[in-house]
């Protein structure tokens, strides 16, 4: 079965950090690009960043509200995908979820998604 | 950034209606448009993929369409398990941006 599960949400106090973790099984996870998505509370839908793969050198892309505080990474080795989250905001809160991008030229948008984790920012 | 407009933010229905939501993109964006399906306290399921393309297991009342700049995501004809809200995703640039969403209620 395919999967993602993330972990490592809770709650942090402003200007703290956190990690975390997206395990993925039931596909080759070196293959694909993923990406992080976040929703805050009662809100909509917000892309927070992607990774690709070893072939394309593990380039990342953010998004403006989390440029240089976060930091996407990934080790296949392991089948797990990371957000490193620094320096964190009230605004941060929200469900973090792990994606998947289709590969070998399938056409996107993130097929699979975790179930999130919570992220609690707030003193 | 590619802003994209979705309309209506709300919409009551009944079973067996059929619904249109549409997305406006702020700028062309080809059929890079996919269409997502949450219900509360779920993970989004995708729906439609390169605007038209329904997702492996997605019921055929489901459909997409459009092309450039404006796109609608139809339900034939609604089934209970079809409220939820809807969102549409553009990726053709970054910073990939969704739509704010539709809430699709019960009337």
């Known amino acids: 079965e395919v999967q993602l599960v993330e972990s490592g949400g809770g709650l942090v106090q402003p200007g703290g950090s956190l990690r975390l973790s997206c395990a993925a099984s039931?596909?080759?996870?070196?293959?694909?690009?993923m990406e992080w998505v976040r929703q805050a509370p009662g809100k909509g839908l917000k892309w927070v960043g992607r990774?690709?793969?070893?072939?394309?050198?593990?380039?990342?892309e953010y998004a403006a509200s989390v440029k240089g505080r976060f930091t996407i990474s990934r080790d296949d080795s392991k089948n797990s995908l990371y957000l490193q989250m620094n320096t964190l905001k009230t605004e941060d809160t929200a469900v973090y979820y792990c994606?998947?991008?289709?590969?070998?030229?399938?056409?996107?948008?993130?097929?699979?998604w975790g179930q999130g984790t919570m992220v609690t920012v707030s003193s | 950034d590619i802003q994209m407009t979705q309309s209506p933010s709300s919409l009551s229905a009944s079973v067996g209606d059929r619904v249109t939501i549409t997305c406006r993109a702020s700028?062309?964006?080809?059929?890079?448009l996919g269409w997502y399906q949450q219900k509360p306290g779920k993970a989004p399921k995708r729906l439609i993929y390169?605007?038209?393309s329904l997702q492996s297991g997605v019921p055929s009342r489901f459909s997409g369409s459009g092309s450039g700049t404006e796109f609608t995501l139809t339900i034939s004809s609604l089934q209970p398990e079809d409220f939820a809200t809807y969102y549409c995703?553009?990726?053709?640039?970054?910073?990939?941006?969704f739509g704010q969403g539709t809430k699709l209620e019960i009337k």
């Open positions: 039931g596909f080759t996870f070196s293959a694909h690009y």
């Open positions: 995703l553009q990726h053709i640039s970054y910073p990939y941006t």
């Open positions: 700028q062309g964006i080809r059929n890079d």
């Open positions: 994606t998947r991008v289709p590969a070998y030229g399938l056409p996107g948008p993130s097929d699979i």
């Open positions: 390169a605007a038209s």
């Open positions: 990774i690709r793969n070893k072939d394309n050198s593990y380039t990342a």
